[in-house]
């Protein structure tokens, strides 16, 4: 599995941005996608998830209600939307996959950075 995340830059608090990962090598209809940060001085922390099938998503409380994750399942590409952006999510974002079931994430890509200033 090979996983490539791109989009991050740098926005003023309240914009928005969205990142992108793309996926290869092989199906993921049984895998879950992933997306983390981790900022400056701190640990890798969960943003966001989506089922590949189904679409099943889940969320960190700190990002409810302004980022939405989704995949186009033709592109092979899953999306983080982030809106309201604030300085606390100043990070790097990596995307990930696990096999459903499984609780590890076994697969992750490059990340990207996201600065948002105040």
């Known amino acids: 599995v090979q996983l490539q995340a791109s989009g991050g830059g740098l926005v003023q608090t309240g914009g928005s941005l969205r990142l992108s990962c793309a996926a290869s090598?092989?199906?993921?209809?049984?895998?879950?996608m992933g997306w983390f940060r981790q900022a400056p001085g701190k640990e890798r922390e969960f943003v966001a998830s989506i089922r590949w099938s189904g679409g099943r998503t889940d969320y960190a409380d700190s990002v409810k209600g302004r980022f939405t994750t989704s995949r186009d399942k033709f592109k092979n590409t899953v999306y983080l939307q982030m809106n309201s952006l604030k300085p606390d999510d100043t990070a790097i974002y990596y995307c990930?996959?696990?096999?459903?079931?499984?609780?590890?994430?076994?697969?992750w890509g490059p990340g990207t950075l996201v600065t948002v200033s105040s």
């Open positions: 090598g092989r199906t993921f209809s049984n895998y879950i």
């Open positions: 990930a996959a696990r096999i459903f079931a499984t609780s590890n994430y076994s697969s």
